[in-house]
C-alpha cells in the first residue's frame, strides 16, 4: 500500500494527473483552468506540466465548452470539462442534456461519449448567488447521464480516474465544502468501482444515507447519537446514477430504519427516489417510514441564512428521534 | 433591393443561365473553368435527384409513411455546389434539412427516412465508411455548429491539418439555418473556431424564413457580415447557383484544411416547399415572393447552362429516368421497413452496464410474455 495524506483537491489534481499520463487523448477544459489552476486550484500545475493544448483555458462560454468537448470525443478525445460553479452549469444544460446524453443511443452504440463534467456543488462556504446550489436531480433524471459525488480525497482520486475511463458521459459532482478535508489516499489500489456505495460506518438502529459533503455530516450526527445510545449506521452512496442499492438495502434489512440527508430540495429529488425505492424493495424490514432530511424547496437563499437552510447534525438526529418513536 | 441585387454577391450563373461572373466571382472562375463536362453534369444530375428524392419522401408522409418531412425543395445547388467541394476525409455536420449533402456523401436515404418515420434518432453511422464522415441530423437548431466546432480542435491538437498534405488535411463542414443563427451556440461556436482557428466552414443557409419568421426579423444586417465580429473571413453567395457554390466552398475549404482557420459563407437561397410538412407557407408568405424565387430555380438555370454548352437531350432524359428510379426505389424500400422490437429502446442508453435500464428492460419482456401468447 502506498498512502499518503492529501486535500480533497490535491487528490483531484493528482487523479487528473494520472489519467492524462495514462491517456495522451485526456485533456482538460475550463475557465481559468491553466494558469490560475482554476478558481479551487484543483488544476493548479497541470498546464506547466502537461502543456495548454492539454490543460485548456477556454473562452468563457459553458454551452460551448460541453458542445466542443462533445465534438472532441467525436475525434477521439477524451475530455474532462470544468463548470466554475454548480449555478453556471445551466448554460450548458442543453448540451448535456439534449446531446451529451443521447448521443451514444442515437448513434444505436457506434459512437461513444466519454466526456467528464466535473461541477463544485453545495453550500457550505458562505458565498453568493448561484455559487451554493445542488442540481444533482436534474442530471441523475437525465437517462445517458452517470452521475457520481465522491465525498472523501481517496474516492476524489480513484473516482476521477475511472470517470474518465468510462466510455459514458459523467457528471462528477465535487463537494467544494471538502476541497479542503485532508485524508488517506492509497495510490496504489483502489478500493471499490466507480458505482458502487459504500458503508463507512458501522450501527444496528438506524440507518444514515446521503452523498457528497453531507457524508460528513452523516458520521457528525452518529457520533452525537452513539453518546445517547443509539447506534447509527452510515453509507455514502458515492454514485447517484446508477444508484448501487446493495449495501443500503442490507443495512436497512437489519436496522429496520432509513434516514436519508441532503443539501438538495427534497422534493423530486435523489434522495425521494432512493427512499422511494427502498420502501418498494424493503418493506416488511421496515420499522418506520424512510425519512428524508434536505434543503428545503426554496433558491439557495443569502449566505447568511445557509446554517438554516442547510441540514446539519441536529435536524438529522431530530428524523432519528422520529424514526425510533414509530 | 433584394438580398441577391447585393453588388458584393458571388454568382457566376444568372438568373437566366448565362455565364455572367460578377466582379467577386473573378477570383473564382478558374476553379469553375478547371472543372470538367463530367462533373458539371454531375452537379445536375444530383440537384435532379435530390428533387425527386425530397418529392418523394413528401408524398410518403402525406400518406401516412413518415412522420415529418422537411423538404429541400429549392436548396439543391447550395447543397450540391458545396458538398462537391469537399474532400472524403473532411467530416460533415449537417442540421436536419441537408438531405442533398447526407445522400451525396452516400448516407442511403432510406437511413434518413428511418429517422423520419420515428425508427431511429440518428439513423446513420457517421463512423461507418460508406456514409462520408457525415454526422446524423441535429434537431436541436445549432447544437452541432459546437460539436463540429469541437471536432475541429481535434483536428488542430492531432495535426490531421495545416500539414501542407492535402491527400492528409482534413476540414469540418458544418450547414445551419438563417433561423439557427439567432441560437446562443452558432455564436459559441464561432467564438471557438477562432479561438482555436478550427479547419472549419461555417455554412449558412439563408432560405430566408425560421418557419414563419423571415429573416429580416432575425438580423438587421446581413448575416454573413456577423463573420467579422470574430475576425473570420466570409462571403455571400448566390446559393441557387451550383457553380458559384461550389467555388466559393472549395476555396474555403482547402483555405481551411491548409491551416488558414475558420470561413464563414452565407448561402441566399429559398426553401421552395414549406419549412416541414407541419406548417402551412401560404399564413405567412406570399406567393409573388414564392414565384421571384421561382424563377431562380437552381436546375432550371444549371440546365439551361449546360443546354447552352451543347448537353444533348438524351443526357437530360437519361438523368429524368435515373431520377424517377431513385426515388421508386426509396418509395418501395421504406414501404418495406419493418417495425422495431421493443427492446431497442434499451439499447445503447449507456456503452457500459447500467442496472436500472437492464432491471426495466427484464420487466417489460416478462410483462409482455405474461399475457397470453406472449406479444415480446
Given at each position: 500500500m502506498s498512502a499518503e495524506v492529501l486535500p480533497f483537491a490535491k487528490a483531484l489534481s493528482a487523479g487528473l494527473a494520472a489519467a492524462m499520463d495514462a491517456d495522451d487523448h485526456v485533456l482538460l477544459m475550463g475557465e481559468d483552468i491553466g494558469r490560475l489552476g482554476g478558481v479551487f486550484r484543483v488544476t493548479e500545475g497541470l498546464q506547466a506540466r502537461f502543456g495548454e493544448q492539454r490543460v485548456i483555458d477556454s473562452p468563457l462560454a459553458e454551452s460551448g465548452l460541453v458542445g466542443t468537448a462533445i465534438g472532441l470525443a467525436m475525434a477521439g478525445f477524451r475530455p474532462v470539462v470544468e463548470i466554475q460553479f454548480d449555478g453556471f452549469v445551466f448554460p450548458a444544460f442543453d448540451q448535456i442534456t439534449t446531446q451529451l446524453a443521447k448521443f451514444t443511443n442515437r448513434h444505436e452504440g457506434a459512437l461513444q461519449m466519454p466526456v467528464v463534467i466535473r461541477i463544485p456543488y453545495g453550500g457550505h462556504i458562505g458565498a453568493v448567488e448561484h455559487h451554493q446550489e445542488s442540481p444533482e436531480a436534474y442530471f441523475a433524471h437525465t437517462p445517458g447521464l452517470r452521475v457520481v459525488s465522491p465525498a472523501s480525497p481517496n474516492d476524489a482520486y480513484w473516482m476521477i480516474q475511472d470517470a474518465i475511463a468510462s466510455p459514458d458521459p459523467v457528471i462528477f459532482l465535487e463537494p467544494k465544502a471538502k476541497y479542503w478535508l485532508k485524508g488517506e489516499v492509497d495510490t496504489a489500489e483502489r478500493a471499490m468501482p466507480l458505482h458502487a456505495s459504500r458503508r463507512v460506518r458501522q450501527g444496528t438502529d438506524v440507518t444514515l444515507v446521503g452523498h457528497g459533503a453531507m457524508v460528513t455530516t452523516l458520521l457528525q450526527a452518529a457520533a452525537l447519537a452513539e453518546a445517547e445510545g443509539t447506534s447509527c449506521e452510515v453509507i455514502d452512496v458515492r454514485s447517484l446514477s446508477p444508484v448501487d442499492y446493495g449495501p443500503i438495502l442490507d443495512s436497512v434489512r437489519r436496522t429496520g430504519r432509513m434516514v436519508y440527508a441532503q443539501e438538495a430540495p427534497g422534493f423530486a429529488s435523489v434522495g425521494s427516489e432512493i427512499a422511494a425505492t427502498v420502501m418498494e424493495k424493503a418493506f416488511f424490514a421496515l420499522e418506520s417510514p424512510v425519512l428524508r432530511v434536505s434543503g428545503f424547496d426554496v433558491p439557495f437563499p443569502p449566505a447568511k441564512l445557509e446554517g438554516q437552510f442547510l441540514p446539519d447534525a441536529d435536524r438529522i438526529l431530530e428524523a432519528v428521534d422520529r424514526a425510533l418513536a414509530y | 433591393m433584394t438580398p441577391l441585387d447585393d453588388p458584393d454577391i458571388v454568382r457566376v450563373l444568372t438568373a437566366e443561365g448565362t455565364f455572367a461572373p460578377t466582379p467577386q466571382a473573378e477570383r473564382y472562375v478558374p476553379l469553375i473553368e478547371a472543372l470538367s463536362d463530367t462533373d458539371l453534369e454531375t452537379f445536375y444530375r444530383d440537384m435532379v435527384i435530390s428533387r425527386a428524392f425530397d418529392r418523394q419522401a413528401t408524398n410518403l408522409q402525406r400518406q401516412g409513411q413518415l412522420a415529418l418531412w422537411p423538404p429541400s425543395y429549392g436548396q439543391e445547388a447550395a447543397q450540391v455546389g458545396s458538398i462537391r467541394a469537399a474532400r472524403a476525409q473532411d467530416h460533415i455536420f449537417p442540421s436536419y434539412r441537408e438531405h442533398v449533402v447526407a445522400t451525396i456523401r452516400g448516407v442511403d436515404p432510406v437511413d434518413i427516412i428511418r429517422l423520419m418515420r420515428g425508427l431511429t434518432h440518428g439513423g446513420w453511422d457517421p463512423t461507418d465508411a460508406r456514409n462520408g464522415n457525415t454526422h446524423v441530423y441535429t434537431l436541436v437548431l445549432g447544437s452541432h455548429t459546437l460539436h463540429a466546432a469541437g471536432y475541429g480542435m481535434g483536428l488542430v491538437f492531432d495535426k490531421r491539418c495545416g500539414t501542407g498534405d492535402p491527400e492528409q488535411d482534413a476540414a469540418v463542414m458544418v450547414y445551419y439555418g438563417d433561423g439557427a443563427s439567432s441560437q446562443g451556440d452558432v455564436h459559441e461556436a464561432m467564438v471557438f473556431a477562432a479561438s482555436y482557428q478550427t479547419p472549419q466552414v461555417f455554412f449558412l443557409?439563408?432560405?430566408?424564413?425560421?418557419i414563419s419568421v423571415p429573416v429580416a426579423t432575425q438580423s438587421r444586417a446581413p448575416l454573413y457580415q456577423r463573420a467579422a465580429g470574430y475576425g473570420m473571413p466570409s462571403l455571400r453567395v448566390d446559393g441557387n447557383d451550383v457553380l458559384a457554390s461550389y467555388a466559393v466552398s472549395k476555396l474555403a475549404l482547402d483555405e481551411a484544411r491548409a491551416g488558414s482557420g475558420p470561413r464563414a459563407i452565407e448561402a441566399m437561397t429559398y426553401r421552395m416547399g414549406a419549412h416541414t410538412t407541419s406548417d402551412d407557407p401560404t399564413k405567412y408568405r406570399t406567393s409573388d415572393e414564392e414565384e421571384s424565387w421561382a424563377r431562380r430555380d437552381p436546375i432550371a438555370r444549371m440546365r439551361t447552362y449546360l443546354e447552352g454548352r451543347g448537353a444533348s437531350e438524351t443526357f437530360f432524359e437519361g438523368v429524368d429516368a435515373e431520377a424517377r428510379d431513385y426515388a421508386d426505389d426509396v418509395r418501395v424500400r421504406t414501404n418495406a421497413l419493418g417495425g422495431i422490437p421493443v427492446d431497442t429502446m434499451f439499447a445503447h442508453v449507456y456503452s457500459d452496464r447500467h442496472p436500472l435500464v437492464e432491471e426495466q428492460r427484464q420487466w417489460l419482456a416478462d410483462y409482455e410474455a405474461s399475457f397470453e401468447g406472449g406479444q415480446a
Amino acid at each position: 500500500m502506498s498512502a499518503e495524506v492529501l486535500p480533497f483537491a490535491k487528490a483531484l489534481s493528482a487523479g487528473l494527473a494520472a489519467a492524462m499520463d495514462a491517456d495522451d487523448h485526456v485533456l482538460l477544459m475550463g475557465e481559468d483552468i491553466g494558469r490560475l489552476g482554476g478558481v479551487f486550484r484543483v488544476t493548479e500545475g497541470l498546464q506547466a506540466r502537461f502543456g495548454e493544448q492539454r490543460v485548456i483555458d477556454s473562452p468563457l462560454a459553458e454551452s460551448g465548452l460541453v458542445g466542443t468537448a462533445i465534438g472532441l470525443a467525436m475525434a477521439g478525445f477524451r475530455p474532462v470539462v470544468e463548470i466554475q460553479f454548480d449555478g453556471f452549469v445551466f448554460p450548458a444544460f442543453d448540451q448535456i442534456t439534449t446531446q451529451l446524453a443521447k448521443f451514444t443511443n442515437r448513434h444505436e452504440g457506434a459512437l461513444q461519449m466519454p466526456v467528464v463534467i466535473r461541477i463544485p456543488y453545495g453550500g457550505h462556504i458562505g458565498a453568493v448567488e448561484h455559487h451554493q446550489e445542488s442540481p444533482e436531480a436534474y442530471f441523475a433524471h437525465t437517462p445517458g447521464l452517470r452521475v457520481v459525488s465522491p465525498a472523501s480525497p481517496n474516492d476524489a482520486y480513484w473516482m476521477i480516474q475511472d470517470a474518465i475511463a468510462s466510455p459514458d458521459p459523467v457528471i462528477f459532482l465535487e463537494p467544494k465544502a471538502k476541497y479542503w478535508l485532508k485524508g488517506e489516499v492509497d495510490t496504489a489500489e483502489r478500493a471499490m468501482p466507480l458505482h458502487a456505495s459504500r458503508r463507512v460506518r458501522q450501527g444496528t438502529d438506524v440507518t444514515l444515507v446521503g452523498h457528497g459533503a453531507m457524508v460528513t455530516t452523516l458520521l457528525q450526527a452518529a457520533a452525537l447519537a452513539e453518546a445517547e445510545g443509539t447506534s447509527c449506521e452510515v453509507i455514502d452512496v458515492r454514485s447517484l446514477s446508477p444508484v448501487d442499492y446493495g449495501p443500503i438495502l442490507d443495512s436497512v434489512r437489519r436496522t429496520g430504519r432509513m434516514v436519508y440527508a441532503q443539501e438538495a430540495p427534497g422534493f423530486a429529488s435523489v434522495g425521494s427516489e432512493i427512499a422511494a425505492t427502498v420502501m418498494e424493495k424493503a418493506f416488511f424490514a421496515l420499522e418506520s417510514p424512510v425519512l428524508r432530511v434536505s434543503g428545503f424547496d426554496v433558491p439557495f437563499p443569502p449566505a447568511k441564512l445557509e446554517g438554516q437552510f442547510l441540514p446539519d447534525a441536529d435536524r438529522i438526529l431530530e428524523a432519528v428521534d422520529r424514526a425510533l418513536a414509530y | 433591393m433584394t438580398p441577391l441585387d447585393d453588388p458584393d454577391i458571388v454568382r457566376v450563373l444568372t438568373a437566366e443561365g448565362t455565364f455572367a461572373p460578377t466582379p467577386q466571382a473573378e477570383r473564382y472562375v478558374p476553379l469553375i473553368e478547371a472543372l470538367s463536362d463530367t462533373d458539371l453534369e454531375t452537379f445536375y444530375r444530383d440537384m435532379v435527384i435530390s428533387r425527386a428524392f425530397d418529392r418523394q419522401a413528401t408524398n410518403l408522409q402525406r400518406q401516412g409513411q413518415l412522420a415529418l418531412w422537411p423538404p429541400s425543395y429549392g436548396q439543391e445547388a447550395a447543397q450540391v455546389g458545396s458538398i462537391r467541394a469537399a474532400r472524403a476525409q473532411d467530416h460533415i455536420f449537417p442540421s436536419y434539412r441537408e438531405h442533398v449533402v447526407a445522400t451525396i456523401r452516400g448516407v442511403d436515404p432510406v437511413d434518413i427516412i428511418r429517422l423520419m418515420r420515428g425508427l431511429t434518432h440518428g439513423g446513420w453511422d457517421p463512423t461507418d465508411a460508406r456514409n462520408g464522415n457525415t454526422h446524423v441530423y441535429t434537431l436541436v437548431l445549432g447544437s452541432h455548429t459546437l460539436h463540429a466546432a469541437g471536432y475541429g480542435m481535434g483536428l488542430v491538437f492531432d495535426k490531421r491539418c495545416g500539414t501542407g498534405d492535402p491527400e492528409q488535411d482534413a476540414a469540418v463542414m458544418v450547414y445551419y439555418g438563417d433561423g439557427a443563427s439567432s441560437q446562443g451556440d452558432v455564436h459559441e461556436a464561432m467564438v471557438f473556431a477562432a479561438s482555436y482557428q478550427t479547419p472549419q466552414v461555417f455554412f449558412l443557409q439563408n432560405n430566408q424564413w425560421a418557419i414563419s419568421v423571415p429573416v429580416a426579423t432575425q438580423s438587421r444586417a446581413p448575416l454573413y457580415q456577423r463573420a467579422a465580429g470574430y475576425g473570420m473571413p466570409s462571403l455571400r453567395v448566390d446559393g441557387n447557383d451550383v457553380l458559384a457554390s461550389y467555388a466559393v466552398s472549395k476555396l474555403a475549404l482547402d483555405e481551411a484544411r491548409a491551416g488558414s482557420g475558420p470561413r464563414a459563407i452565407e448561402a441566399m437561397t429559398y426553401r421552395m416547399g414549406a419549412h416541414t410538412t407541419s406548417d402551412d407557407p401560404t399564413k405567412y408568405r406570399t406567393s409573388d415572393e414564392e414565384e421571384s424565387w421561382a424563377r431562380r430555380d437552381p436546375i432550371a438555370r444549371m440546365r439551361t447552362y449546360l443546354e447552352g454548352r451543347g448537353a444533348s437531350e438524351t443526357f437530360f432524359e437519361g438523368v429524368d429516368a435515373e431520377a424517377r428510379d431513385y426515388a421508386d426505389d426509396v418509395r418501395v424500400r421504406t414501404n418495406a421497413l419493418g417495425g422495431i422490437p421493443v427492446d431497442t429502446m434499451f439499447a445503447h442508453v449507456y456503452s457500459d452496464r447500467h442496472p436500472l435500464v437492464e432491471e426495466q428492460r427484464q420487466w417489460l419482456a416478462d410483462y409482455e410474455a405474461s399475457f397470453e401468447g406472449g406479444q415480446a
